[in-house]
T-cell receptor, first 115, second 109 residues
Framework: NAGVTQTPKFRVLKTGQSMTLLCAQD?????MYWYRQDPGMGLRLIHY???????AKGEVPDGYNVSRLKKQNFLLGLESAAPSQTSVYFC??????????????FGPGTRLTVT | DAKTTQPNSMESNEEEPVHLPCNHS???????IHWYRQLPSQGPEYVIH???SNVNNRMASLAIAEDRKSSTLILHRATLRDAAVYYC??????????FGKGTRLSVIA
């Protein structure tokens, strides 16, 4: 049981390049999330998904797109990377608890630098 | 979601209890109180959550004030491995968690 995995772990991009970050979970969770964390800051929600084929915007969605074609995968895309997107990206997943509460499981993070 | 307020940092001696406070004065009746922690260079991990009653698990205890406007995360015996940033959040249902800056806990040997 690998939990939540993220690919790649590190990446350096030039301004204007595009890339896709992959998040995979093997816990059959309905909910998946993408956060970013800048130095010394808390996590900020980019996009999330409440089920296969659905996505929703979070707090800081601009410059990112997401897709959830399979229940176990959640992809985060940067179409034209900017230096302001230099950050550590965390993916998480969760189940829908009996009373609507849940525990989020996080991946190890992807450290992205845009030069 | 209710706004939460936590001290920026706290310090504890190893093997002593630690009480991490959190204020959530605008909490609604359906908001659960969640605590997560983030160890250095890792993703956050779940610690504990509760609604009204105090909660205990293998990692910590959660004490919730009777009016629910504040809560305290209790680590019974701090170890060096407990040095982390601790986040307190108040959300209802499956609303995504909103992380603030949390409390940075330092543990002194």
């Amino acid at each position: 049981n690998a939990g939540v995995t993220q690919t790649p772990k590190f990446r350096v991009l030039k301004t204007g390049q595009s890339m896709t970050l992959l998040c995979a979970q093997d816990m059959n969770h309905e909910y998946m999330y993408w956060y970013r964390q800048d130095p010394g800051m808390g996590l900020r929600l980019i996009h999330y998904s409440v089920g296969e084929g659905t996505t929703a915007k979070g707090e800081v969605p601009d410059g990112y797109n997401v897709s959830r074609l399979k229940k176990q995968n959640f992809l985060l895309g940067l179409e034209s990377a900017a230096p302001s997107q230099t950050s550590v990206y965390f993916c998480a997943s969760s189940y829908f608890g009996v009373k609507g509460t849940y525990e989020q499981y996080f991946g190890p993070g992807t450290r992205l630098t845009v030069t | 979601d209710a706004k939460t307020t936590q001290p920026n940092s706290m310090e504890s001696n190893e093997e002593e209890p630690v009480h991490l406070p959190c204020n959530h004065s605008t909490i609604s009746g359906t908001d659960y109180i969640h605590w997560y922690r983030q160890l250095p260079s890792q993703g956050p991990e779940y610690v504990i959550h509760g609604l009204t009653s105090n909660v205990n698990n293998r990692m910590a205890s959660l004490a919730i004030a009777e009016d629910r406007k504040s809560s305290t995360l209790i680590l019974h015996r701090a170890t060096l491995r407990d040095a982390a940033v601790y986040y307190c959040m108040a959300t209802s249902g499956n609303t995504p968690l909103v992380f603030g800056k949390g409390t940075r806990l330092s543990v002194i040997a």
